[in-house]
């Protein structure tokens, strides 16, 4: 029983958080979209900032506004999305196998260097 209610809280809040975000543009609304702590401090973008501001964009149709506020969520985006539908919904898009690939070792491990050569890159050159 609980599992079913945990997967119609989650569709919720997922639905609520697209609402949100479609609704409320980050860039001009601080009330909803608090600043990012690690740039706020240190100057430094993080490997998140511009993530909520390239979420409206892209719910609103902005493909080239959404890469220019921060390209790695866009491009990680589908990634999230279908392992977040084999993890929570049940779906295996790839099938069995291309769920446990998703969530290999290889792929958290490549995950990882490739975020963090985000944050250093986006910080020195862009």
Request: glycine fraction near 10%; proline fraction near 6%.
């Amino acid at each position: 029983m609980r599992k079913p209610l945990l997967k119609i809280v989650i569709l919720c809040g997922v639905l609520g958080l697209i609402w949100i975000y479609k609704s409320f543009d980050p860039s001009s609304d601080s009330t909803y979209f608090p600043p990012c702590p690690v740039y706020s401090l240190s100057g430094w973008k993080c490997p998140g900032c511009g993530s909520q501001r390239a979420a409206h964009a892209l719910l609103n149709g902005e493909l080239g506004s959404a890469w220019s506020f921060n390209p790695l969520f866009v491009l990680v985006l589908p990634y999230l999305v279908i392992a977040g539908l084999a993890e929570y919904g049940g779906i295996h898009l790839l099938g069995k196998k291309g769920s446990a690939f998703l969530n290999s070792r290889w792929v958290i491990w490549s995950f990882f260097i490739i975020i963090i050569l985000y944050w250093i890159l986006r910080n020195l050159w862009l």
